[in-house]
């Protein structure tokens, strides 16, 4: 599954994953929605471009750029309800 922060993929850590670029563990709660949402990891081909979108979320599921909406053109999912638990308790290192 990949980090919906930066789109980079995450490492199993315990019960749930970690971004170690981002120094952000899901919380259980999270992973579980998420791992419900995106049963299966499908990775996008292609690596993230040199010049990214302005997007601040990417898809878990494959790891793509999303709109604003945090609809997935690829995946079809949409993990709105989601966002502001990671925005909230899930604070991801910038840079
Ligand atoms: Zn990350
Ligand atoms: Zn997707």
Redesign the pocket.
Known sequence: MF?P??G?E?QPDGATLR?A??E?QLSVNVYRRLSELFPHCQPRETTIACDPPKSHWYCPGCGDALPDACVCRRCGKDFGDVKMALIELHP?RRG
């Open positions: 980090c922060h930066c980079r995450m971004c670029a981002g952000m991801h």
